[in-house]
């Protein structure tokens, strides 16, 4: 269980059964939490925010003073990211990149282009040419590393080095540099390279992965002069009190940097800066047995919160018990230890987390679920059986 803060209990509690479910995000917590993590990070390591973890423009403008710039993966995101935050630096990744995608940010004038293929590499440098003449264009083709067995034996996720539809294999990444470097598009400018290789990754793994980037990338033997090694950094859903060690990372990072001291490194974390930043709220609507479990049917479900239906976890939560019962019907109640929270969805699918240990739950007791500040709303199914939207709250302590 992660408890929510006390802006978040509160107003929590505040609400009305009709303004439930509610997603709650905390920006002195998101705030407090992006201090630390600049903190941990030599001053040479720069920060991008995924916007796609949470693009909420209040989530992006909060992060603003501990991010150097936005990574945007869509021309949807650039637009966005650019109204929301506006002339801050933003780097345009991801593969499909549209031909009128890469005009606008073009015309935008994006600080970096993450390159994902041969093709994508002419399309930029024929609309370059077209769209901003004369302007320099910074290109980092995004490499597909293999990354040694072993050292990752933690992480069940896929690493570099497997087949996906995401950047260059090695050796086609070395033709990209090539064309880059002997005047075959003038106006696009090798930036350096960059790797976003896997997510979930603790920082022992994010250590490996950095080296190994950055080694390949300086082995390249052509000028660069900055590094980008990719997001992922773990968010533990089974333990989340936990945090990915950011000092450790930091002190490994700092390392690196003071053997190429020509170099900055930079990182793109999404889920690590803003999951623990986010509540979603709801009450218990019924409670009631089948075949020998217990099931709690709350307002809202996976179609607000798809997290622990995509990653097959349980979302961390808690209860705050509401003594109050409006109705003139028996309230129902948990007899068992554990009980599986459900959401109003036809679907056996929608299950927001199993065998919860709650014992005497109520209908009318609210769940607050936690870890909900990434990942969450942005990748749900909203429209799925026609249930009201939640409402969505920045709580703010001490900024009104
Ligand atoms: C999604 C993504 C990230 C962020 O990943 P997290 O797991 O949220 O840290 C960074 N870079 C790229 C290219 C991505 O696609």
């Known amino acids: 269980m992660t408890d929510p803060t006390p802006a978040v209990r509160d107003r929590t509690l505040s609400l009305p059964s009709a303004e439930l479910p509610a997603y709650l995000y905390d920006l002195a917590a998101l705030r407090t939490h992006a201090a630390a993590v600049r903190e941990a990070l030599p001053e040479r390591?720069?920060?991008?925010?995924?916007?796609?973890?949470?693009?909420e423009p209040e989530i992006l403008a909060a992060l603003g003073p501990y991010v150097d710039g936005y990574e945007v993966s869509s021309g949807g995101e650039l637009a966005h990211v650019a109204g929301a935050v506006p002339g801050r630096p933003l780097a345009f990744g991801g593969p499909g990149k549209t031909p009128d995608e890469v005009t606008a940010a073009l015309e935008h004038g994006v600080d970096r282009f993450h390159v994902e293929s041969a093709y994508e590499l002419r399309m930029l440098a024929?609309?370059?040419?077209?769209?901003?003449?004369?302007?320099?264009?910074?290109?980092?083709?995004?490499?597909?590393?293999?990354?040694?067995?072993?050292?990752l034996a933690g992480s069940s996720l896929a690493m570099g080095g497997r087949p996906t539809p995401f950047g260059l294999d090695p050796t086609r990444a070395l033709e990209l540099v090539k064309a880059l470097t002997d005047g075959t598009y003038p106006q696009l400018e090798l930036q350096g390279i960059h790797a976003h290789?896997?997510?979930?990754?603790?920082?022992?793994?994010?250590?490996?992965?950095?080296?190994?980037?950055?080694?390949?990338?300086?082995?390249?033997?052509?000028?660069?002069?900055?590094?980008?090694?990719?997001?992922?950094?773990?968010?533990?859903?089974?333990?989340?009190e936990r945090r990915f060690d950011w000092a450790a990372y930091g002190r490994g990072l700092a390392q690196l940097t003071e053997a190429h001291p020509e170099l900055t490194l930079r990182i793109e974390p999404g889920r690590a800066l803003t999951a623990y930043c986010g509540w979603y709220a709801t009450e218990v609507l019924d409670v009631k047995h089948s075949h020998g479990e217990e099931f709690a049917v709350v307002r809202g479900g996976t179609h607000h919160l798809r997290t622990p239906a995509t990653k097959g976890h349980d979302q961390p939560c808690s209860v705050l018990e509401v003594d109050a019962w409006p109705y003139p019907w028996p309230r129902p109640a948990a007899e068992s230890a554990r009980i599986t929270l459900a959401g109003q969805l036809c679907t056996p699918k929608d299950l927001l987390a199993r065998r919860v240990p709650a014992p005497g739950l109520r209908a009318g007791d609210r769940v607050v679920f936690s870890l909900a500040g990434a990942y969450a709303w942005n990748i749900s199914h909203h429209d799925f059986l026609m249930h009201p939207r939640p409402g969505f709250h920045f709580l703010d302590a001490g900024r009104g």
């Open 197 to 240: 290789l896997a997510s979930g990754l603790e920082a022992a793994e994010q250590l490996v992965v950095a080296e190994t980037v950055v080694s390949w990338a300086v082995g390249l033997g052509v000028p660069l002069a900055e590094v980008n090694v990719g997001g992922g950094m773990t968010v533990d859903y089974a333990a989340p």
């Open 45 to 55: 390591v720069e920060v991008y925010y995924a916007a796609k973890a949470n693009p």
């Open 126 to 151: 024929e609309l370059a040419r077209r769209v901003a003449p004369g302007r320099r264009v910074a290109v980092l083709p995004r490499v597909n590393l293999p990354v040694a067995d072993g050292s």
